[in-house]
């Protein structure tokens, strides 16, 4: 069984793929309506989607011929949930700020 985090960071890494999330984000869209967005073949944005969709950041839903394609938020709780792993540091930094702050005013 592979691991949710790990195939959600590895479809994250592409910068084309992260671009594609944007637009899905705004917009469920065909794989034309993609592709009309990016200077490469309906058959490379298939597989960015592809891993996308196995990285479960999307959802393809067939509708007659075409997949429509969609943003799935809670393909990315497992990346949130990694990251959440160092909110310590920022509360400890983000205390301190806060410490410094009132000092000068003080």
């Known amino acids: 069984m592979?691991?949710?985090?790990?195939?959600?960071?590895r479809a994250l890494a592409?910068?084309?793929r992260r671009d594609i999330l944007r637009l899905l984000s705004h917009e469920d869209m065909t794989i034309?309506?993609?592709s009309d967005r990016f200077d490469m073949t309906r058959a490379a944005v298939k597989k960015h989607l592809t891993v996308l969709s196995d990285?479960?950041?999307i959802q393809v839903e067939?509708?007659?011929r075409e997949r429509i394609n969609r943003l799935n938020p809670i393909g990315l709780a497992p990346v949130l949930s990694w990251f959440e792993i160092f909110d310590h540091f920022w509360d400890d930094r983000l205390a301190a700020l806060k410490t410094a702050i009132e000092k000068d005013i003080q």
């Open 55 to 57: 990285g479960g950041l």
């Open 14 to 16: 592409d910068p084309t």
């Open 32 to 34: 034309a309506q993609v």
């Open 62 to 64: 067939p509708r007659g």
């Open 2 to 9: 592979s691991d949710p985090a790990q195939n959600a960071f």
